[in-house]
């Protein structure tokens, strides 16, 4: 039996503006459950990826995952299993991988149209007709792979790579070009003129993209130094921020050249009003940028937005360094600051493949403590916190080893989420969550009279749990509708008390089809959607 969910709140029902992010439900979740050794847990191991549509679509949702049979002899490594979940308990192995492959990406390396196979060391097998790997052969591009794409336009797959920035490899950027035969792989290395110039002077890529006219961009920021008393200085009017465009062309079919275009640039003020003296300042330590701290979208957000935790120099009386958030609109190819302090979590975030939430623009999210935050950022560039995940308190500890967004796996027209936590403790939990629309979910349910919550387990039960909330004692009826109309009390006049109820519905009773849950006061009402499917 499947159930398919479908939120909608209409009649009187009024949508509040968020303030409390909405709770996102689980819909499978797998542990570790003991331990022989802490590196040989017993169940879920501590990595794993997803591959859509695998094997020709014969697995629409492939999670590949470590895994250790129950009495399995220790001294065997993890095997690495495809598990097809079709339902929440479903963990039947469709594919066993190589040893410790786990494909971070599928990009067409040859141009055949069929997906390859690469994971996050450079390590690639192709894809053969059956959308499966041919292990018989391996390739390897040398170096971490930061972006797959196909710059310079042959139809296959290349790479960039991060260039070291500063001498003696003045570098900012590494593209690698593949080929027909896949022999070798072409690379050519971007340097940075700034650099050449002055060799006490770093040059670092932070964001590679395109622009709204399809054309390649490349932002980078500077630092210099000088040679202080006891150590290296940073040098604030050195700092700044460049913007480049990018220029591929072809030398032969399997190589390129590329010319990197300054076309703005930005310095901060605040990084200029401080001149350090490097005799009497111990400012060794600040930085225009904290490095780790830089997010961007370009794809999906109605600008492209960049960014960055930054630093100012020390107050001269003080001598303390004052950080900072802000961001960058990028849309019209010019660095133009916001002027704008963001919230610290911004640039931790990461940015999520699909939206999760209903409105078509992929979210962000940050871990904190067991909450894992995911954000929208609206036109004006500042992110609001509007869903979280909290990972159980036994199984938070070890950190985030790896969330993605997937591909809607409960058939309720919302992506969904895959996570994994390690705790070297306990075990480590690979979960399933599902996505919310909160467009058409009431966030505030204190500023309402009642509300009626998202009902679940979905999918696969014959007994539903419809979550009730009522901000004040009263009568209530909760009626089933079908399309045709007709009309199914639940209950009528039910005398419930101010807080949070949940009623059991025993769906077995109805046919399948599409119905309408609706809760009242006798005055307004509040509806949701729901599928049944037996």
């Known amino acids: 039996m499947k159930i398919t969910l479908i939120l909608s709140f209409v009649l009187c029902c009024v949508i509040a503006t968020a303030q409390e992010p909405v709770q996102l439900e689980v819909w499978t979740t797998v542990k570790s459950y003991g331990f022989d050794l802490i590196e040989n847990p017993l169940g879920v191991g501590d990595r794993f990826a997803y591959v859509p549509n695998f094997r020709n679509n014969k697995i629409p949702h492939g999670f590949i995952v470590s895994y250790r049979e129950p009495n399995t002899d220790i001294q065997e490594p993890n095997k690495v299993y495809t598990w097809a979940f079709a339902k929440p308990d479903d963990t039947l192995n469709q594919f066993t991988w190589p040893?410790?492959?786990?494909?971070?990406?599928?990009?067409?390396?040859?141009?055949?149209?069929?997906?390859?196979?690469?994971?996050?060391?450079?390590?690639?097998?192709?894809?053969?007709?059956?959308?499966?790997?041919?292990?018989?052969?391996?390739?390897?591009?040398?170096?971490?792979?930061?972006?797959?794409?196909?710059?310079?336009?042959?139809?296959?797959?290349?790479?960039?790579?991060?260039?070291?920035?500063?001498?003696?490899?003045?570098?900012?950027?590494?593209?690698?070009?593949?080929?027909?035969?896949?022999?070798?792989?072409?690379?050519?290395?971007?340097?940075?003129?700034?650099?050449?110039?002055?060799?006490?002077s770093e040059e670092i890529a932070k964001a590679i993209y395109k622009n709204r006219q399809g054309q390649w961009r490349l932002l980078t920021y500077?630092?210099?130094?000088?040679?202080?008393?006891?150590?290296?200085?940073?040098?604030?009017?050195?700092?700044?921020?460049?913007?480049?465009?990018?220029?591929?062309?072809?030398?032969?079919?399997?190589?390129?050249?590329?010319?990197?275009?300054?076309?703005?640039?930005?310095?901060?003020?605040?990084?200029?009003?401080?001149?350090?003296?490097?005799?009497?300042?111990?400012?060794f330590q600040w930085r225009p940028f904290n490095n780790q701290r830089l997010l961007y979208n370009t794809e999906n957000y109605p600008k492209i937005l960049y960014y960055a935790s930054m630093n100012t120099m020390p107050d001269k009386e003080t001598k303390k360094y004052d950080s900072y958030a802000t961001f960058f609109d990028l849309t019209n190819d010019k660095i133009v600051p916001s002027n704008?302090?963001?919230?610290?979590?911004?640039?931790?975030?990461?940015?999520?493949?699909?939206?999760?939430?209903g409105d078509k623009i992929p979210e962000i999210y940050v871990k904190t403590g067991p909450n894992i935050l995911f954000y929208s950022i609206a036109s004006e560039g500042i992110p609001?916190?509007?869903?979280?995940?909290?990972?159980?308190?036994?199984?938070?500890?070890?950190?985030?080893?790896?969330?993605?967004?997937?591909?809607?796996?409960?058939?309720?027209?919302?992506?969904d989420i895959a996570l994994m936590s390690s705790d070297n403790t306990v075990g480590n939990y690979f979960a399933i969550v599902l996505g919310k629309n909160i467009l058409t979910h009431t966030i505030e349910e204190s500023d309402?009279?009642?509300?009626?919550?998202?009902?679940?387990?979905?999918?696969?039960?014959?007994?539903?749990?419809?979550?009730?909330?009522?901000?004040?004692?009263?009568?209530?009826?909760?009626?089933?509708?079908?399309?045709?109309?007709?009309?199914?009390?639940?209950?009528?006049?039910?005398e419930m008390s101010e807080g949070k109820t949940d009623f059991m519905m025993d769906i077995s009773p109805y046919s399948s089809g599409n119905y309408i849950l609706r809760f009242s006061d006798g005055k307004t009402s509040v509806e949701n959607n729901i599928i049944i499917t037996h």
Not at 172 to 188: C, D, E, G, R
Not at 340 to 357: F, N, Q, Y
């Open 99 to 200: 040893r410790n492959f786990f494909p971070s990406s599928t990009p067409d390396i040859n141009a055949d149209g069929q997906r390859d196979f690469m994971n996050a060391a450079g390590m690639f097998y192709l894809g053969t007709k059956n959308d499966e790997p041919d292990t018989t052969i391996q390739y390897k591009v040398d170096g971490n792979i930061a972006m797959i794409d196909a710059f310079n336009d042959d139809a296959r797959d290349d790479f960039f790579l991060y260039g070291s920035g500063q001498m003696p490899n003045p570098y900012i950027a590494h593209f690698v070009f593949s080929n027909p035969t896949l022999k070798n792989f072409k690379k050519y290395s971007l340097v940075s003129k700034n650099i050449l110039q002055d060799e006490k």
């Open 222 to 283: 500077c630092r210099g130094w000088v040679d202080g008393l006891y150590q290296r200085v940073w040098v604030s009017e050195k700092s700044v921020i460049r913007l480049y465009s990018l220029e591929f062309t072809t030398i032969s079919e399997d190589s390129a050249s590329v010319t990197a275009t300054q076309i703005d640039e930005y310095r901060d003020p605040k990084w200029m009003d401080y001149i350090p003296d490097m005799n009497t300042k111990d400012d």
């Open 340 to 357: 704008t302090v963001v919230d610290i979590a911004a640039p931790e975030c990461k940015i999520l493949k699909h939206s999760i939430d």
């Open 384 to 415: 609001t916190n509007t869903m979280k995940y909290v990972i159980p308190e036994d199984r938070f500890k070890g950190g985030l080893r790896g969330l993605t967004s997937i591909s809607d796996i409960n058939n309720d027209g919302i992506h």
């Open 448 to 494: 309402q009279s009642f509300s009626i919550g998202s009902p679940y387990p979905l999918p696969n039960s014959s007994r539903l749990t419809i979550p009730l909330h009522c901000a004040k004692n009263g009568l209530y009826s909760l009626t089933l509708f079908s399309v045709q109309g007709s009309a199914y009390p639940l209950f009528v006049n039910k």
